[in-house]
Structure formats: C-alpha cells, structure tokens
C-alpha cells in the first residue's frame, strides 16, 4: 500500500493550495482519512480528519479555511485550503487508518509567504 500525496508549494498569504493524496495498493477498506502536518523541532498535528461516513474534523486553527473530502472509488482524500496564512507552513502528510494498521504518506511542502 502507498500514499502518493501532491499538490505542495509555495503560495501567498492569503492564497489557496489543494492537496491530494492517492492510495494505491492492495487495500481491502479505508476507515478515516486524515491530514497531519509538522514542522522542524514541532510535534506532528493533526489538521484535518473525515470518516467514512464523511464525518470531518478540523484543528482550531484552520477551521473554516480548509476543507477535506474524499472520493472512495478513487481512494484519494483531498485537502482544499483557503486563506492561506505563514503559520500554516509545514509538511503536510496524509495518512489513512485501516481494520489492519495506519498508512503514511511522504509528505509534501507547504510554504506560506507573508
């Protein structure tokens, strides 16, 4: 199984990103898809997470600017992040959790520019 995450890079504040992750791999099924990022010296957080049933959950800090989803026949979670702020740059890493075990992703760069 691998995590394929896209969609990184170098924006202005204020700007927009749209993150993917892709899941390929034998799988059977995908319980909650999630979105962590880190920076040097920081703890890994959790941003934003959604359920199969498509319940979401989001960090305080980015509530109401980032949005997740995901597309089950394309085992692909999306990250849509809006209103860009120099905080929000990190390494943002998916990860998927399953009956079995948790997946990560390679991470991609996100960088904010004030």
Same mark, same amino acid.
């Given at each position: 199984?691998?995590? &394929? *995450?896209?969609?990184?890079?170098?924006?202005?504040?204020?700007?927009?990103?749209?993150?993917?992750?892709?899941?390929?791999?034998?799988?059977? !099924?995908?319980?909650? %898809?999630?979105?962590?990022?880190?920076? /040097?010296?920081?703890?890994?957080?959790?941003? *934003?997470?959604?359920? /199969?049933?498509?319940?979401?959950?989001? =960090?305080?800090?980015?509530?109401?600017?980032?949005?997740?989803?995901?597309?089950? =026949?394309?085992?692909?979670?999306? +990250?849509? %992040?809006?209103? +860009?702020? /120099?905080?929000?740059? =990190?390494?943002?890493?998916?990860?998927?959790?399953?009956?079995?075990?948790?997946?990560?992703? &390679?991470?991609?760069?996100?960088?904010?520019? !004030?």
């Amino acid at each position: 199984v691998q995590l &394929q *995450a896209s969609g990184g890079g170098l924006v202005q504040a204020g700007g927009s990103l749209r993150l993917s992750c892709a899941v390929s791999g034998s799988i059977s !099924s995908i319980n909650n %898809m999630n979105w962590y990022r880190q920076n /040097p010296g920081n703890q890994r957080e959790l941003v *934003a997470q959604i359920t /199969p049933g498509v319940s979401t959950y989001y =960090a305080d800090s980015v509530k109401g600017r980032f949005t997740i989803s995901r597309d089950n =026949a394309k085992n692909t979670v999306y +990250l849509q %992040m809006n209103s +860009l702020k /120099p905080e929000d740059t =990190a390494i943002y890493y998916c990860n998927i959790d399953t009956r079995i075990r948790t997946y990560w992703g &390679q991470g991609t760069q996100v960088t904010v520019s !004030s």
